[in-house]
């Protein structure tokens, strides 16, 4: 059985609507207007345990909408939800000491005591044995190297430093499926870093099944082996991230170096930047071969390669395909 199972899950929102002046906001209060809006559209797809799974999409494509249906603090309007062979709605608490949403826009932690006063309340609310607790607490502090950190207010700590503590205390129960929205947004490299290594170390040791927001696709490349892709609340694409590249994307970037003047290259593609003797070139996937044939015969290079774009482009140009286009894969 997968840890996630979602079958046509689908939320609609309705809204209510008026235009701007005191003539419509009178008739507003005889006769109001309506508009469902469709945030998540019958999407389908499971989630082995285990699996760390990247959930991409643009701002308001429906991501943190299924992650609160799967973590039952949104009722669906239609279609089926499991995780761990629970309905997520019912919110039992056998359930909720298997699961955590951590949202990096969202603090749980008291912001006026030491972040170990609020892990302390966690542990009475999941009714954690003391051993196991210290033993969890013990265990991610020394993996994120805030020992010293959980003893100050957090309304004195940096956004890094709070993010981190805020993940501690999200797993103290050492739960098996992790919600992760967002949870390095906003935050340097070095902390984005640290907290990648962290999830990857917690899911390899407690085999934990991950679902991963993230706008930073140095997040998804780390972590993720498989992306899900919504858009306009329908799954655009589920798979391997490089199918996604060769999926989404029909060329390749090509550079070529020489220690002559290059000349004008544009009879070979398209040129993206020249410096003389140094050029990179956008090209065609299936005209690659008869490119790099015909460079190499015709100049004299002295290094040549051939790469996929980087990922950010490629989520770019998925992001901003039409509604229209958005269908499952």
């Known amino acids: 059985m997968s840890a996630i199972h979602i079958h046509k899950l689908t939320k609609i929102y309705t809204i209510h609507e008026r235009k701007a002046g005191v003539g419509a906001a009178v008739r507003g209060l005889l006769q109001r207007q309506k508009r469902d809006v469709r945030a998540v ?4 797809f499971d989630v082995e345990q285990g699996e760390i799974v990247g959930f991409l999409g643009p701002n308001g494509a429906g991501k943190t909408t299924t992650l609160k249906m799967l973590s039952g603090l949104l009722y669906p309007t239609s279609g089926e939800i499991s995780v761990l062979g629970f309905q997520p709605s019912r919110r039992q ?28 309340l966690f542990r009475a609310i999941y009714r954690l044995p003391a051993d196991s607790y210290q033993r969890a607490l013990d265990e991610m502090s020394d993996l994120l190297d805030i ?50 290594e962290f999830i990857q170390t917690y899911n390899r040791r407690h085999n934990a099944t991950v679902m991963l927001t993230s706008h930073y696709m140095a997040d998804v490349e780390a972590l993720a082996q498989r992306v899900v892709v919504i858009h ?7 798979g391997q991230l490089s199918r996604l590249v060769e999926r989404f ?7 070529v170096r020489s220690d002559a003047d290059l000349g004008d290259l544009s009879a070979y593609g398209q040129v993206i930047q020249q410096n003389g003797s140094e050029a990179t070139l956008r ?31 490629v989520i770019e140009q998925v992001f901003n395909m039409p509604e229209s286009a958005a269908v499952e894969a």
Not at 95 to 112: E, K
Not at 249 to 255: F, G
Request: charged residues 25%; contains cysteine; negative net charge.
């Open 41 to 44: 559209d019958a999407i389908s």
């Open 93 to 120: 608490g056998d359930y909720l000491q298997q699961i955590a949403l951590v949202m990096g826009q969202r603090n749980q932690l008291i912001w006026d005591i030491p972040a170990v006063d609020s892990y302390e």
């Open 147 to 196: 020992r010293d950190l959980i003893r100050k207010p957090v309304r004195n700590l940096s956004l890094g430093e709070r993010m981190k503590c805020e993940i501690v205390g999200a797993l103290l129960h050492q739960p098996k499926v992790l919600f992760l929205d967002e949870p390095t947004i906003g935050l340097d490299v070095t902390a984005q870093r640290r907290i990648r």
């Open 232 to 238: 306009h609340g329908k799954i655009l694409f589920d």
């Open 249 to 255: 994307s029909p060329h390749k970037t090509l550079t």
């Open 283 to 313: 090209v065609l996937k299936n005209e690659i071969a008869a490119v790099t044939a015909r460079l190499l015969a015709n100049l004299s290079l002295t290094d040549l390669s051939v790469i996929d774009p980087p990922i950010e482009e």
